[in-house]
């Protein structure tokens, strides 16, 4: 599977876009980008993943570069609940693994 | 749907006990994974499993074992408890290659 690259820790004000990067520049075309995220101890809660089109969903939107080396997960109204530890994820077709690495820890100032 | 449920939420155990980790699923996955969380750090696998009487290695399978003898259970057993081991186990379970993980609420082991 890639490896992924995303910044330690990020600060983000109540009700503005927090845009979370990752960097994946060894991702294979049919590697999946998945985001999850954690909330203080409790287990992971996926958000959103794609393959190369962008995707949205009720959480948040996926912007994936068109050569996929990198992607963005957006949440466009970040709240105090949104403080977490988002993880970035690549997972290849046909492999069973899912590696997390140490996440970026979002923090939603008031 | 109660998701993925693991017992017990907590356990503190003597060096060199044993002790099952149990996980269960009802949402008919395929797919189950048990992973450690170390404080400060993130996931590591453990062990994961495709199918019941399938499963196979992580990165840091040693000092534990699993079975997968239903689709619903993959418990995860610590035959000689370190205090390397303290830690909070998550399992995880997914329908299909593509699916998104279920994770459960964990359970917080501490070796001493």
């Known amino acids: 599977d890639a490896k992924t690259t995303q910044p330690p820790s990020m600060d983000c004000a109540e009700g503005r876009a927090a845009n979370l990067p990752c960097n994946h520049s060894?991702?294979?075309?049919?590697?999946?980008v998945y985001w999850y995220r954690q909330i203080h101890s409790q287990g992971p809660q996926y958000i959103i993943h794609?393959?190369?089109n962008n995707e949205t969903n009720e959480m948040a939107s996926l912007i994936i570069t068109e050569d996929r080396k990198s992607s963005t997960l957006i949440l466009p109204h970040a709240t105090l609940r949104d403080t977490a530890v988002y993880y970035c994820?690549?997972?290849?077709?046909?492999?069973?693994?899912?590696?997390f690495g140490k996440g970026t820890k979002l923090s939603v100032i008031p | 749907n109660a998701g993925v449920t693991q017992t017990p939420k907590f356990r503190i155990l003597k060096i060199g006990q044993s002790m099952t980790l149990q996980c269960t699923q009802d949402?008919?996955?395929?797919?189950m994974y048990w992973y450690r969380q170390d404080p400060g750090m993130g996931l590591k696998l453990i062990y994961y499993s495709v199918g019941a009487g399938i499963t196979d290695k992580g990165e840091v399978p040693n000092g534990y074992n699993v079975s997968r003898s239903t689709t619903e259970d993959f418990p995860l057993r610590l035959e000689l408890a370190a205090p390397s081991q303290t830690s909070v186990y998550f399992c995880?379970?997914?329908?299909?290659?593509?699916?998104?993980?279920?994770f459960g609420n964990g359970t917080r082991l501490t070796v001493t």
């Open positions: 794609g393959l190369k």
């Open positions: 995880a379970s997914r329908w299909g290659e593509n699916s998104p993980l279920h």
């Open positions: 994820i690549v997972r290849g077709a046909g492999s069973y693994q899912l590696t």
């Open positions: 060894t991702i294979s075309g049919n590697e999946y």
């Open positions: 949402m008919n996955h395929n797919y």
